[in-house]
């Protein structure tokens, strides 16, 4: 236990500090000042933090870009022709079907909610591994979830998408903690 601890901390002083956030995909939802486009670019930063660091941050820029680099007022009040703009947009294995649905998950979500806490935090008891498995039900619980999505949202309930040699749902995990950071005030990260 002291082992993992003390590994812990190492990656804290490595990681934690705001030198790291311009190269890092975190650096996306520094990008704006407004908590719901945060949130928003934040979780898509998530979805696509996996592989080459550069590329993940180009790509998010991309897709901020396409929303006019206002996510929340897009997702809220786009018309059909808007969507039709995103039709390209690809990042490795997620397409515009998932880009459309995970446009769909914010907009329902957003019409009931003020923030996506409460998509993973539905009550402040909850911690990290609970939140993830909560929102990864949550977000497919729409009956026309595309099946494919899936992959894109993990969660540590799902054995097989938490290999270690892969282990994305650790990684969302790291990045949840680091949007958590970013979104509600941490000591550094702000």
């Given at each position: 236990m002291q082992n993992i601890k003390k590994l812990l901390d190492e990656k804290v002083k490595q990681y934690n500090h705001p030198d790291f956030i311009p190269n890092d995909p975190i650096s996306i939802p520094h990008l704006f000042t407004k908590k719901k486009d945060i949130e928003i670019a934040g979780l898509f930063a998530a979805i696509f933090a996996w592989g080459n660091r550069t590329i993940i941050i180009n790509k998010s820029k991309e897709l901020m870009e396409l929303m006019d680099m206002q996510p929340y007022d897009f997702i809220m009040n786009h018309q059909e022709s808007d969507l039709q703009n995103l039709?390209?947009?690809?990042?490795?294995?997620?397409?515009?079907?998932?880009?459309?649905?995970?446009?769909?998950?914010?907009?329902r979500h957003f019409t009931q909610y003020n923030s996506l806490e409460e998509a993973f935090f539905p009550s402040s008891d909850m911690n990290v591994e609970a939140a993830l498995n909560h929102f990864q039900a949550y977000f497919f619980s729409h009956p026309d979830a595309p099946h494919?999505?899936?992959?894109?949202?993990?969660?540590?309930?799902?054995?097989?998408?938490?290999?270690?040699?892969?282990a994305p749902c650790i990684h969302h995990g790291a990045r949840l903690a680091s949007i958590r950071s970013v979104l509600y005030p941490a000591p550094v990260c702000r």
């Open positions: 039709m390209q947009f690809k990042h490795r294995t997620f397409n515009d079907t998932d880009l459309l649905y995970c446009i769909d998950f914010m907009k494919r999505t899936r992959k894109h949202i993990p969660s540590p309930v799902q054995k097989s998408a938490c290999k270690p040699r892969r």
